[in-house]
């Protein structure tokens, strides 16, 4: 097991196994979660290896063994396991029993048992925790970012009883203001929400910071900045460890981000 080393906001465990990265906030809380990365699992070719969609054409049951691999490592009863069909918007379902994929929706709060989990390659995993049982699992595409989903599970997660200055907040790998270049129509749309996301570059080149919109969005439902870790990998520039929808278009693995929730 490897140390987080100082400054970053992920440790890396497992590296030989199916590696799993883990946010020291929530660490802290001793809430069960984790962000799986592209090693470790037995997938092949644009999925290789530890991919977790099975919407984009792997094999299933390359997937189901991915999956097994993760639940085992992470310690969560795969029939806990909570899906929602992601469809890049911002409402947060409120789950108190597991199912998969019954609704439209881009996030899940829960106090109960319950592993939430969301898919992503590129787009922000947002893990939320109070430390007292109750979590949610946020899918924030550059849409979702937008109209505040971030903002949503933190209401959802104050109407199952938590109070916002108590709640943690991590942002997992995803595509960074590195690589994310936009045009006019989405840089405008940011800059109506949270204009110190965007950014033009002397030559012309726009980019967002998801990052930063998110955290903003957190800050201004009652989070504190130092319960809120926003500096994660990029997943466009690392292609050994995170699968990018950017860089290398459809067709390729996701990586799942899931947290646990009850009193352990
Ligand atoms: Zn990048």
Redesign the pocket.
Known sequence: MMNAQPGSATSEIGELAAPVLHSPLLTELAVRHGFTTRLGGVSTGRFASLNLGDRWGDSPADVAENLDRVSMLAGFPPASLCQVNQVHGAYVACLSAPERRLRDADGMAAQDPLTLAVYSADCVPILLADGHGRVAAVHAGWRGTVAGIAAAAVRALVGLGATAAQLRAALLPS??P??FEVQEDVASQFRSVQPGAVQREANGRRTVDLWLANRQFLLDAGLRSEHIEDRPA?T??DARRFFSYRRDGAGIGQHMAFIVGGRA
């Open positions: 595509i960074g590195c690589c990029c466009c520039c």
